[in-house]
């Protein structure tokens, strides 16, 4: 049985994540609800509505996780090693997605579920569709896109930024023809990481859904367009890019950085088919925490692939969700000499990365505190920042001055990257953490021997411990049974008698 969307709510629903909301909600609600909600609700009954809706679902790392059976730490390191075995999809002839089919009169986008997610949106977004099209030389491409509603048979959509879609629709524009497009809306979370993913063009995204889920994508004819789409999708909207341009308003729109974006002027999807299950379900990507998370595991995997490709030995790579999961990058590393630099340079040519943080595998780099402290303590600025001007980041980070290079817009930026790694030559010891001596949870305290009748019998014992190199604590825990005053007292002696030397790396004691 293939991967659904359906399987991946059942999921959640075992673990407690995700909450069925029994009474009938107005579809306004919505996305308020889910903001304030700590799980992804399923709301069964909307108001004037065939269909429930779901939303949240990707909302926090762990629910993000669940979706590639791993624990969140390790989502982008599964996610590269899963890309390395692309699974090509499979053909059938039917599946769920068919069990209604709309097309002509029929069509009417507004019995689908739509709400409006943030307050300042020109109007109800689809945000959770995969679309696919075709170009005749770079094949077929699949990627995430929003569309916003428009009318009952037309929805806006963003082909500003420099997506594979709008490469194939700038083409077809050129020629005057319209490009065919089929989004599908509550896929597994797999077909819409492979799609977020940015893979070469003429990469087979759902290929890379397939590597994700470990098993073939199922994909369908659509009815009026000559194009695949999934089998076992909740909904399915088939049309065409009208070629008229950039010429319709679009946005705005409560983007990926929390941010809301600007009204844009956009080319035009007008519907020519809609086909769901009997039973379909809505799915409400909420913005922008879902679309944070679903961004996570493709942007790190892309970060193990390049520190693994510049022959740095990672540790940990992370990017956190207040910078979008897009913007920053952290990644812990077991260096060798010079490494901490490799590892910015690799992790800062990643596009879309603005700032990059290298340090070590000591330090935990999902813990802002620890990752303080590395700031603090292993960086000196003047060596260890690495500022590159005029480099591509993205439009919708709202300081990136958009730049006419010889007639076109492009998004410049600055990117930079701290190497937060020990330097080299450092002496290491003066990295030891504290750490308490004699905790309750350590065992209880053992001693092999009596303790010596007086002091100088029992310095004499310590004496015969310092053949190797010991530290205090260790002393005072071999006599765990003998009072530490006493302990001090004949440590003192044999500091009288000139008998303690020191190891200088370490500070532990010997006997001279
Ligand atoms: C939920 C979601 C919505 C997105 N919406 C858009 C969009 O409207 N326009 C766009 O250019 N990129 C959008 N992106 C980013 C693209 O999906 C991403 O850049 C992807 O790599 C594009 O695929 P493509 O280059 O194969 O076309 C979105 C990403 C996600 C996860």
């Known amino acids: 049985m293939a991967k659904e969307f359906r399987d991946f709510l059942s999921v959640l629903e075992q673990q407690g994540e995700l909450i069925r909301v029994k009474e009938e909600i107005d579809l306004r609600e919505v996305s308020a609800r889910t903001a304030a909600s700590s799980k992804a609700l399923w709301f069964e ?25 791993c624990d969140h730490r390790e989502m982008g390191k599964e996610f590269h090693r899963r890309l390395a075995n692309p699974i090509p999809p499979v053909m059938v002839s039917t599946g769920r997605v068919k069990e209604v089919i709309k097309v002509g009169d029929a069509i009417d986008l507004t019995a689908l579920p739509v709400p409006l ?6 109007g109800p977004y689809i945000t959770s ?27 806006g959509v963003d082909l500003i930024g420099a997506s594979d879609l709008k490469l194939f629709y700038d083409r077809a524009f050129k ?72 010429t319709e308003d679009e946005g705005r729109f409560g983007d990926f950085t929390g941010f809301v974006g600007p009204i844009k002027f956009n080319p035009v999807f007008r519907v020519t088919a809609i086909t769901h299950r009997k039973d379909a379900v809505f799915y409400a990507l909420h913005m922008p925490d879902e679309v944070d998370y679903l961004i996570a595991p493709p942007l790190e995997g892309s970060g193990w ?65 620890s990752m303080e402290r590395a700031l603090a303590y292993r960086v000196r600025p003047t060596r260890d920042i690495v500022i590159v001007d005029g480099a591509r980041g993205s439009h919708l980070d709202p300081s990136t001055q958009l730049q006419v290079t010889k007639g076109a817009l492009a998004p410049l930026t600055a990117k930079w ?25 350590d065992p209880a305290p053992t001693q092999a021997m009596a303790t010596p009748a007086n002091t100088a019998d029992l310095a004499e014992a310590i004496a015969a411990l310092l053949v190797k190199p010991l530290h205090f ?40």
Request: charged share 25%.
């Open 117 to 122: 997610v943030s307050m300042l949106d020109g």
């Open 305 to 369: 692939q390049a520190l693994s490709v510049a022959g740095v030995k990672a540790t940990a790579v992370y990017a956190p969700a207040a910078a979008g999961c897009n913007l920053h990058l952290y990644a812990s590393i077991r260096k060798r000499p010079g490494e901490g630099k490799n590892a910015l340079m690799a992790l800062m040519s990643l596009k879309r990365v603005k700032h990059v943080v290298v340090t070590d595998d000591d330090i935990d780099i999902f813990d802002p505190e």
């Open 129 to 155: 569709a995969i679309g696919v099209a075709k170009d005749p030389d770079y094949g077929r491409n699949v990627g995430c896109y929003r569309f916003m509603i428009r009318s009952d048979k037309e929805t």
């Open 45 to 69: 009954r909307v108001s004037g509505y065939d269909m429930g809706v779901v939303s949240g679902i990707l909302g926090s790392r762990a629910r993000m996780a669940a979706s590639l059976e």
């Open 417 to 441: 990257g701290v190497d937060a790694t020990i330097p080299e030559g450092s002496d290491i010891s003066e990295y030891d953490p504290i750490d308490y001596p004699f905790k309750a949870s």
């Open 473 to 512: 604590y260790d002393v005072l825990a071999h006599f765990g049974h003998t009072p530490q005053r006493q302990i001090v007292q004949a440590w003192g002696l044999l500091r009288q008698h000139n008998r303690l030397d020191r190891e200088q790396a370490t500070g532990r004691y010997i006997l001279k």
């Open 175 to 246: 020629q005057g023809k319209p490009l065919p497009l089929a989004i599908a809306i509550g896929v597994h979370p797999s077909l819409l990481m492979g799609a977020a993913h940015m893979a070469a063009s003429g990469q087979d995204e759902y290929e890379l859904a397939g590597a994700l889920a470990g098993e073939a994508v199922r994909l369908v004819k659509c009815e009026t367009v000559d194009l695949e789409v999934p089998a076992d999708a909740e909904i399915v909207i088939e049309g065409e890019l009208l070629p008229i341009g950039w």
